[in-house]
Each structure stands twice: as structure tokens, then as C-alpha cells.
């Protein structure tokens, strides 16, 4: 069993940035696929980055690619998601997701394992 536990959201403006963390607990990390979803209110929820359960690549979804970064610390049972050059439109409560040797793109939303409750992230004009 796998608990993922998100942090880092919060209010910035527009053209700021934020990190969001997402902590894991239980054994062998390594093994998983990882992702970051978000769900703005009255719309689905959508990929934003996938990471490999080697590290070894990654997926963005094209709204976010140059702004947003993604990396894996299995030392630490963490997962990152550096978000610079924030927009209002990137609005939304902020998912991450693991998949057991998955290869940590979009279809890990149909594929996760396990997903923690979500942070919230403003991006005020």
C-alpha cells in the first residue's frame, strides 16, 4: 500500500512560481511511474507531467512544456513539480499519481495505482 500525500500549493501571481511535493510512503518507490494531474472546477481532470519509474523520461502536456518541470527523488519517496511562469488559466486543485512500472505518461490517469487528495494552486491576474 502506497499513501501519497501532496504539498506546496498556495496563491501566487501570475508569472510566479511554485513547487509541489508529493510524498510517499511505503516500500519501493523506485518502482513506480509518477504524475501530476489537475482538476479546475466544472472540467475534467487532465494530465500536466509524467516521469518514468526509472527517472529516465518524462511526458508535459503542451500547456505546460518550458514552464513546468518534473523530477523523481527516490531517496527521499518524493516527486516534484516545479512550475515557473504561472498563468490564471493553470488554475486548479494539483494530483499526483503512481503507477507501478509505468512509463509516466498521460494514460498513468487510467493506469495509476494510487493518487493522493490534492493541493490547491491560485494563480491570481
Known amino acids: 500500500q502506497v499513501q501519497l500525500v501532496e504539498s506546496g500549493g498556495g496563491l501566487v501571481q501570475a508569472g510566479g512560481s511554485l513547487r509541489l511535493s508529493c510524498a510517499a510512503s511505503?516500500?519501493?518507490?523506485?518502482?513506480?511511474?509518477m504524475g501530476w494531474f489537475r482538476q479546475a472546477p466544472g472540467k475534467d481532470r487532465e494530465f500536466v507531467a509524467g516521469i518514468s519509474w526509472s527517472g529516465g523520461v518524462t511526458d508535459y502536456a503542451d500547456s505546460v512544456k518550458g514552464r513546468f518541470t518534473i523530477s523523481k527523488d527516490n531517496a527521499k519517496n518524493t516527486v516534484y513539480l516545479q512550475m515557473n511562469s504561472l498563468k490564471p488559466e493553470d488554475t486548479a486543485v494539483y494530483y499526483c499519481a503512481a503507477d507501478e512500472y509505468g512509463s509516466g505518461n498521460a494514460a498513468l490517469k487510467y493506469n495509476a495505482d494510487y493518487w493522493g487528495q490534492g493541493t490547491q494552486v491560485t494563480v491570481s491576474s
Open positions: 511505503g516500500r519501493f518507490f523506485s518502482r513506480y511511474a
